[in-house]
């Protein structure tokens, strides 16, 4: 248990909800949902939340107990106190922030304007929709979800419903895509049924996993894209870069700026640029148009693998979040990337696009009344939440004290060494009759560890973007007696493995990191699957300096002499690499705010919209 400072608001609070809750047990469902129809008149006659809350939050608790059987427990109704502000609250994994988001969504739709959980997926958003739909409605409310594939019809229903689920992309580009609408509508005066919004205003907004949503995809652009032809001269220029990317050297030919991502070609490289054509004029295009199809097949060579940036499904190229492991549905890189992509892969090259309309993930947020969030890993990001969203990061503690133990790291010499290792540790715990999860940063390593499994007849699952339509599936076997499951940072958002009691006297989920993330956060995600709830666990990482960390940190040329020297001892040195990686993202991503600002207050002065009359 935990305990508050008697006077602290957050205690008379619970106080509050603690007195409206005694009055409740003996109410019928009737009853409950009049209680709550008098509080939607209250709510929309202009009465504070702030005062309604006590109320709210118990009929919530009520209704959970009645529909879904289960309690909120205290931290959880701390939790919803301060979500109910413009705060994000760091709730330890396995502590039931699914259910917390229940009281401030309820409180917030009593205003009834609609309110949305934005989540990292769709599958968590229908999944969590579907649970909570009992509770809602129990108390009147209605709760839709929005995902990938619906039509506008059904689009526009979830967003009617007073709660409303869905990812943080859906909910951007539906955004954009009603204000091209009211464009279009005005524009024709007239109000065709295919020119309506779908959408209604952006009131309150709960992100779950808010780190991974409001800093690790702030920047991301949710861009409505307009085509333009594309002719065969221009495929054959993308063909030719492709072809000529790999040969280009380093330092010689080009130079490779580790900050931005961006290669700009040498005197001496636009030189031999021009020799590699060989006479082919590649007729239609500038010289400078080649030099900059080429740039881009350079960096695509260098920073963009398969398996890892992104995957091949079906003949096209789908983006793989690298925060989170899952793919990025329907998006596309820009400036040509995309298509320097298609052109290495050998693919269809479709044509480039314009940007019809355009918004970021942070910009999204900022739009919306109010704001908040919740995850397990704030804390760390508390002074970039502040700054940028205006939001104060409340720790909650955990209803359990942590029965987790970290093992001592592991360091190798060399990948094969490391792989042999961690495939030695499975075959050990999984044969005491523990579950193992192992965590790779990308879906080539996850698919390398499966072939050592399979070479040590050790059954397994794996768990990637690529299997990611058998999630739930493999999540729910996770936690079984000596099962083993390969899984990139896909498993460490949202999901819950559910251990059995024979397991949890053998010491519960052992989880084994294969390598650094570029954030300790996203480690601290992983390491979480265990010991939830105070139950046993224990994680221990595996390291070795050819771990791509460095490479990602300090450049490649840079990361290979370091190895050759050993400065240092592994463990400050891959540290330090995963700080210096933080640190970058953290400084492009202010960047990135900064000009975001400006670009928008130009445009504003200008008299423009500034999301659809992109610059």
């Known amino acids: 248990m935990f305990s508050l400072p008697f006077r602290s608001p957050a205690a008379r609070q619970l106080t509050r909800i603690e007195r409206q809750l005694r009055g409740l047990a003996n109410r019928s469902d009737q009853q409950l949902r009049e209680r709550s129809a008098t509080l939607r008149y209250r709510a929309a006659a202009g009465e504070s939340l702030h005062r309604i809350l006590p109320e709210a939050y118990a009929l919530v608790v009520e209704a959970a107990q009645r529909t879904l059987n289960l309690r909120h427990y205290d931290v959880q109704l701390l939790g919803g106190i301060h979500l109910a502000n413009r705060c994000v609250i760091e709730m330890e994994t396995g502590q039931g922030k699914t259910l917390t988001a229940t ?34 409605a129990m108390l009147g409310m209605t709760c839709g979800v929005v995902v990938d594939g619906m039509n506008d019809a059904q689009r526009r229903q979830g967003y009617c419903c007073d709660i409303t689920y869905a990812t943080a992309a859906e909910l951007g580009f539906d955004f954009l895509r009603d204000r091209l609408k009211r464009r279009a509508e005005r524009a ?34 949710l861009v409505i894209a307009a085509s333009s032809p ?11 870069a492709a072809t000529t990317a790999p040969r280009a050297l380093e330092n010689q030919h080009y130079r490779y700026n580790l900050r931005e991502g961006s290669v700009e070609l040498l005197p001496a490289g636009r030189q031999w640029a021009r020799q590699q054509l060989n006479g082919n004029l590649l007729e239609g295009h500038s010289i400078l148009d080649r030099f900059e199809k080429l740039e881009r097949a350079i960096q695509v060579h ?25 793919l990025g ?15 290495a892969e050998r693919l269809p090259i479709t044509a480039p696009t314009t940007h019809a309309a355009k918004l970021t993930v942070q910009g999204l947020f900022l739009a919306y009344r109010q704001l908040a969030g919740m995850t397990g890993t704030a804390v760390a990001a508390a002074t970039e939440l502040k700054k940028v969203y205006k939001a104060n990061v409340i720790p909650i503690p955990p209803r359990h004290p942590s029965r987790r133990q970290p093992l001592s790291t592991r360091y190798f010499a060399d990948q094969d060494q490391k792989y042999q290792a961690i495939v030695d540790e499975i075959v050990a715990v999984s044969q005491a009759g523990r579950p193992v999860l192992i965590s790779t940063r990308s879906v080539e390593n996850s698919q390398r560890l499966s072939k050592l499994l399979h070479d040590a007849q050790l059954p397994h699952q794996v768990l990637n973007a690529q299997e990611h339509a058998s999630e739930a599936e493999i999540i729910a076997r996770a936690g079984r007696s000596g099962q ?3 899984a990139t940072s896909m498993a460490g958002r949202g999901t819950d493995i559910e251990l059995s009691d024979d397991v949890i006297e053998r010491g519960g989920l052992h989880v084994i990191l294969s390598e650094h993330h570029d954030s300790p956060r996203q480690d601290q995600q992983m390491w979480g699957r265990c010991g939830r709830q105070g139950q046993p666990g224990t994680y221990r990482l595996f390291l070795c300096l050819d771990d791509a960390i460095l490479d990602r940190a300090y450049g490649e040329k840079s990361a290979t002499q370091y190895r050759q020297h050993r400065h240092g001892n592994q463990a400050t040195s891959l540290a330090a690499a995963q700080h210096a990686l933080e640190r970058r993202r953290r400084q492009n991503r202010m960047a990135a705010l900064y000009h975001e600002k400006r670009r928008l207050r130009a445009i504003w002065e200008m008299g423009r919209d500034p999301l659809l009359d992109v610059m």
């Open 103 to 136: 009281l401030p969504l309820y409180l917030h739709a009593l205003r009834g304007q609609g309110v949305h959980l934005a989540t990292s997926n769709d599958y968590l958003a229908r999944r969590d929709a579907d649970t909570m739909r009992p509770l809602f």
């Open 188 to 221: 024709s005066g007239n109000g065709a049924s295919e020119l309506q919004p779908v959408g209604r205003g952006l009131e309150y907004l709960l992100a779950d996993e808010a780190d991974a949503l409001m800093i690790d995809e702030a920047n991301t652009p």
């Open 230 to 240: 594309l002719t065969d001269q221009k495929q054959a220029l993308y063909d030719w």
């Open 302 to 326: 260098r920073d963009f693998h398969r398996d890892q940036q992104y995957i091949v499904r079906e003949g096209e190229i789908v983006l793989v979040n690298e925060a989170t492991g899952r």
């Open 329 to 343: 549905e329907g998006r596309q890189w820009q400036d040509g990337i995309q298509q320097a992509i298609q052109a």
């Open 484 to 486: 083993v499951t390969v």
